[in-house]
């Protein structure tokens, strides 16, 4: 089984609409991130959470929310969906870092997006 | 300015050849740089992180970073058909948490 799952992998919806795109982890790491990408922009942060109670905002978190529930799941919501919301969304996952500052982000399979 | 550079591609490459890609950066604080690979459709992969100057080795990777001049590259020795993809570099300022800042990616062909 995969480390980190993405539900749903698809999701076709209309503007309007909220969704939520969920997150689960089997790797037992505390920090847990939301990116997505468009082409040719890489990846871009929208939430991270360093561990249950811990919540941030990244560089494009208008338009996003997130939870939280438990260690291993981080879910994300898009509270009223909007056309320039369709992209390739990515969950990942990290430990803490070792003594040298070494740290290893996991991505889950994405989810691809399209807001009508 | 970007945050992160990258040449968008794509860089096609005859097999068994070296590929050059190069990132550059903009915060000069920024502590660690890792390369991912990404297939079409399939999520990025870290295929090799540097954090002190100079050359690391792993495999066929090389990664070389210069933070004077605030450039990463990597290089792919003896370029093979399955290295087809693009090559995301990402630069993560250290400090309070792991926050990575990505560049658009560099798409390599590999041809036969």
């Known amino acids: 089984d995969a480390d980190v799952t993405q539900t749903p992998r698809n999701r076709i919806t209309k503007t309007g609409k909220r969704i939520m795109l969920e997150c689960s982890q089997t790797?037992?790491?505390?920090?847990m991130y939301w990116y997505r990408q468009d082409p040719g922009l890489g990846l871009r942060l929208i939430y991270y959470?360093?561990?249950?109670?811990?919540?941030n905002k990244g560089e494009i978190s208008d338009g996003y929310s997130v939870s939280r529930q438990a260690q291993a799941k981080f879910s994300l919501s898009l509270e009223s969906a909007i056309p320039n919301q369709t992209a390739l969304y990515f969950c990942?996952?990290?430990?803490?870092?070792?003594?040298?500052?070494?740290?290893?982000?996991?991505f889950g399979p994405g989810t691809r997006l399209l807001v009508l | 300015q970007k945050e992160v550079e990258q040449n968008s591609g794509p860089l096609s490459v005859p097999e068994g050849a070296i590929a050059s890609l190069n990132c550059t950066y903009s915060?000069?604080?920024?502590?660690?740089f890792f390369w991912y690979r990404q297939y079409s459709g399939k999520s990025p992969e870290l295929i090799m992180s540097?954090?002190?100057?100079g050359d690391k080795e792993d495999g066929r990777f090389t990664a070389q970073l210069n933070k004077a001049s605030q450039y990463v590259s990597l290089l792919i020795r003896d370029s093979q058909p399955s290295d087809s993809a693009t090559y995301l570099c990402?630069?993560?300022?250290?400090?309070?948490?792991?926050?990575?800042?990505f560049g658009g990616g560099t798409r390599v062909l590999v041809k036969p």
């Open positions: 990942a996952t990290s430990d803490l870092p070792s003594i040298f500052g070494e740290e290893t982000q996991y």
């Open positions: 790797k037992g790491h505390d920090r």
């Open positions: 959470s360093f561990d249950v109670k811990d919540i």
């Open positions: 915060d000069r604080v920024s502590q660690s």
């Open positions: 540097i954090y002190s100057n």
């Open positions: 990402a630069v993560n300022r250290g400090a309070a948490g792991n926050k990575l800042t």
